[in-house]
């Protein structure tokens, strides 16, 4: 520690106390590992004269001899889990959640939205959600290439937030394309991952046929990142758990898995989180062997603290992409930066990139009201910093995220592009197109293969007002945006979700007030763009409150996966009256006939329709010289094959 300052900013206050942080979170991980607390609070006590200490904690989020002094020093408040939250509540610095208080208002007359992006929304909490522990929200969607029947969505689910071992973690699988989802609970009524603390990623390793459910983790190091795997994730007894990172302060992990066969990295699986025991470094662990052991890298320092957003790899070149943000120090004015870090060598060095100009957040101007880090909107409520997501597709880089609008607008949602593998973007493109000044916010986006993007928001363009917990008053409603050429344009922006929800309540006194889930992730596997949302319209005790939904939007083209390609051949054939171009894509087998692939011929596409295992393309009277040929959809599948008529 140099010297002291007279700013007051909070990150240079942080900065100073990164040398208390080293010493306490030594003595906070040597505790961790006897069990036992006690060790923290003389330590504590000692440095701190008004030390709270908790002795009788609510739950197990709560570790019993927590120094709530320690709030601000441990990162705490910056932190966006549903532990940290718990802790904020036991210190009295934030309020769990509680049932509304609402008076009857008119109800909005909505007009009717004629035409919509996706099919009809899936409801992924089965079973039982009655009491006051029915929160859900926070979705990572992810489908399984080799079986496109089977999808995984994690989310956060505090049906478990008293259980012991506590479980606020939850998944639904759907083994029928989306149509149908079962939320998986084991025979003590929680879901299988138990013990863990929320915060999803669900990825499908393919050369394993193995899926990871990845959640914060006690017993991977006190607070860590723990991974359940299982071939079969529809049984709830065949999760099985691991370690990616033992930690005593992780938050905010995001996934990847690698599962393009052309790949230079098929097969690696990728981590991203911030570690608040070094004050919120941004960090990504990477995997070779399919899970099996884990290996870590620093992107950026604790300061200025940059927040893992989200992590995606390029589905073609397996180029990795982390989107982060520079919070500014938080609150409703701090000025907003998005960060891209890369890795071209499948996670082993990384570089920034790209660094945006500064932006402000969205907010209507509240912050929590117990915690004035994080931005909200509807007073208090739904906090939201304009996190995002990255997707990327040929070195084509896509993001997603929100930020203050015009005047009152409290939020509207920008896309950026970058042609360049993330070195320059291209000016932020609004996507909603409405003249309301209301919020759009939350968003996330996914790339296909075949270079389709579909993005899709919370929007609540259709309402007037929002009342947090009442069935009555519509508020908000789920829109997209697709593009059908890699980002280059936009088609209209439409409705997605099939209601307009009232704004869910959050009434569990176990998590955090101001809370409807902190991100969405999206992915597009095989034929679909697939996507979830925190939604209110099943109301519980007669109160709107946070169930998960599902739904997907085509992704065109042929959704062939790459797997199922044998061979890509193109050749110039000198026949009488002039030279005939051929290509032939060869399958494994004809479960494709009829359908199509697209063959690009020097920058031009031809529609190719697949006939038992054989795609094949002849042009006439091709020009002499050099032509460049590559099967565009499915992308990524072949290197581009370049032939000569002559
Ligand atoms: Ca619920
Ligand atoms: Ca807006
Ligand atoms: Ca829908």
């Avoid at 030390?51 to 197990?60: F, L, S, V, Y």
């Avoid at 938050?251 to 599962?259: K, L, M, V, Y």
């Avoid at 919120?280 to 070779?288: C, I, K």
């Avoid at 075949?450 to 259709?462: I, K, N, P, S, V």
């Amino acid at each position: 520690m140099k010297q002291k300052s007279t700013s007051q900013s909070a990150f240079f206050n942080l900065r100073v106390l990164i040398g208390l942080f080293v010493v306490l979170t030594g003595v906070f991980l040597a505790v961790i590992g006897l069990g036992t607390f006690s060790g923290l609070t003389a330590s504590s006590a000692k440095a701190q004269q008004k030390a709270r200490i908790i002795t009788n904690p609510p739950n197990a989020l709560v570790p019993a001899g927590f120094d709530c002094s320690q709030i601000r020093a441990l990162g705490i408040d910056r932190q966006d889990n549903l532990r940290a939250g718990a802790i904020m509540i036991a210190c009295g610095e934030a309020q769990g959640g509680s049932a509304s208080n609402f008076s009857e208002l008119m109800q909005q007359v909505l007009a009717a939205t004629p035409l919509a992006y996706g099919g009809t929304d899936v409801n992924l909490i089965t079973g039982t959600d009655s009491g006051s522990h029915i929160t859900q929200s926070e979705t990572f969607s992810w489908r399984n290439p080799n079986n496109p029947n089977e999808i995984v969505v994690a989310y956060n689910d505090s049906r478990g937030v008293f259980a012991s071992p506590i479980n606020i973690s939850g998944a639904s699988v759907s083994e029928d394309g989306g149509a149908t989802f079962t939320r998986l609970t084991a025979a003590n009524g929680q879901s299988p991952f138990q013990n863990t603390f929320g915060d999803p990623v669900a990825l499908f390793n393919v050369p394993t046929s193995t899926w990871f459910a990845i959640f914060l983790d006690p017993a991977c190091g006190g607070q860590g990142i723990g991974a359940y795997k299982t071939t079969t994730p529809s049984n709830p007894n065949g999760w099985v758990h691991s370690c990616v990172h033992n930690g005593s302060s992780d938050d905010r992990e995001s996934g990847w898995a690698d599962n393009n066969p052309s790949s230079p990295f098929f097969g690696n699986m990728y981590v991203s989180w911030n570690n608040f025991a070094d004050g919120g470094s941004l960090r990504v662990r990477f995997s070779t062997d399919n899970g099996g052991t884990w290996t870590e890298r620093q992107l950026a320092p604790p300061s200025p603290f940059i927040r893992d957003v989200q992590i995606t790899g390029d589905l073609a070149t397996g180029t990795v992409y982390v989107a982060g943000m520079n919070e500014g120090g938080g609150g409703t004015g701090g000025p907003r930066s998005n960060k891209i870090y890369r890795s071209t060598d499948g996670g082993n060095t990384w570089t920034n990139t790209f660094t945006s100009a500064n932006f402000t957040g969205p907010s209507d101007g509240s912050t929590c009201t117990s915690n004035s880090y994080f931005a909200t909107i509807f007073t208090g409520y739904w906090r939201h910093m304009g996190w995002g997501e990255p997707a990327a597709l040929n070195n084509v880089v896509h993001y997603v995220y929100a930020q203050h609008g015009t005047g009152a607008d409290p939020a509207d949602v920008y896309y950026i592009r970058s042609t360049n593998s993330g070195a320059t973007f291209s000016a932020p493109l609004k996507l909603n197109t409405d003249t309301t000044s209301r919020p759009q916010w939350q968003p996330n986006i996914s790339v296909s293969s075949g270079g389709t993007l579909f993005a899709m928001w919370y929007d609540a363009r259709e309402s007037t007002s929002c009342q947090k917990g009442n069935t009555t008053v519509p508020c908000y409603r789920m829109w997209g945006r697709k593009s059908t050429d890699n980002g280059a344009t936009w088609l209209a922006d439409m409705a997605f979700s099939d209601v307009v929800s009232p704004l869910p309540g959050q009434p569990d006194p176990g998590i955090v007030d101001c809370y409807v889930g902190d991100y969405d992730y999206a992915s597009a596997v095989v034929a679909d763009h697939i996507t979830s949302w925190a939604d209110g319209r099943i109301a519980v005790s007669g109160q709107s409150q946070q169930n998960t939904f599902f739904d997907k939007e085509p992704a065109g083209g042929g959704g062939i996966p790459c797997g199922d390609l044998v061979s890509f051949q193109a050749r110039c054939k000198h026949v009488t009256g002039g030279d005939k171009l051929q290509a032939k894509v060869t399958l494994t087998d004809t479960s494709h006939s009829g359908e199509q692939v697209t063959i690009t011929v020097d920058g031009n596409p031809h529609a190719v329709t697949i006939n038992g295992n054989k795609a094949s393309l002849s042009i006439n009277n091709e020009p002499l010289g050099q032509h460049t040929v590559e099967l565009t959809d499915p992308a990524g599948c072949f290197a581009p094959v370049r032939t000569n008529c002559q």
